[in-house]
């Protein structure tokens, strides 16, 4: 194996088939490898949380034959840093608002911003509704979240369609109106509500007072405490 360490710049990414594309100089020649981005560690064991590579990402690999002997391919390769993507970062600290255009690949969605080709994954939210997989390379505005932990980054539609039943769940909660909730679950610790038809749902600690005990089926009157696109807390009333 050429134990020879270089460094590089990722050029191209498959998110899909799960490799990238590296391009370095080496004896004053330009020249590209491939990868695989899921590949195994020096260790020989794949990474339980790999890092999410992007084109832009500058790395230090080392190259050898593939196991069948036909190509060179890079090992051990390691993330440096990512300047398009630092920028991005702090841009951010002005104005969070990105164009990009939302791309589906390996059964999920990604957006890749429009200057930098940087690809982010998607995060939706559980009461969001899933862009239709036709939509790949529909313009969209972003925000970026996770920003001090670079590897974890995520893309937020800057315009979110929510379900119709989050949407009377946020009424219920500017308006602190009472509901009436179906109990449809119940462990030792929680009763599970559904707080909006069957989408919108939600945990109520037991009462150890016993005229408060619950059962799947039961009706019980419930405010909503705390909401987000995330989480929604609710209490008895």
Excluded: C
């Amino acid at each position: 194996m050429d134990e020879i360490v270089y460094k590089g710049k990722i050029s191209f990414i498959n998110y899909d088939k799960q490799y990238a594309t590296i391009d370095y100089k080496a004896d004053d020649k330009k020249k590209s490898v491939s990868f695989k981005t899921n590949a195994e560690d020096a260790s020989g064991k794949t990474n339980k949380k790999p890092h999410h590579y992007r084109v832009g990402d500058e790395v230090n690999f080392t190259v050898a034959l593939t196991a069948r002997g036909d190509k060179l391919t890079a090992y051990n390769v390691k993330f440096l840093y990512n300047t398009a993507l630092e920028i991005l970062i702090n841009k951010t600290a002005v104005e969070n608002k990105f164009l990009g255009f939302l791309k589906y690949a390996d059964g999920q969605f990604f957006v890749k911003e429009l200057d930098s080709y940087i690809f982010f994954p998607l995060k939706l939210s559980q009461w969001e509704k899933r862009p239709d997989e036709q939509l790949s390379n529909e313009a969209v505005d972003f925000s970026l979240v996770n920003l001090d932990k670079p590897n974890s980054i995520v893309a937020e539609l800057y315009r979110k369609d929510y379900i119709p039943e989050y949407r009377t769940a946020m009424q219920y909660f500017k308006k602190k109106t009472v509901i009436e909730a179906a109990v449809f679950k119940v462990t030792p610790f929680a009763a599970y509500v559904h707080v909006v038809g069957n989408e919108v749902d939600a945990k109520i600690p037991l009462s150890p007072d016993p005229e408060k005990e619950v059962k799947p089926g039961y009706q019980i009157n419930i405010i909503i405490t705390h909401l987000s696109d995330t989480k929604i807390v609710v209490e008895r009333v």
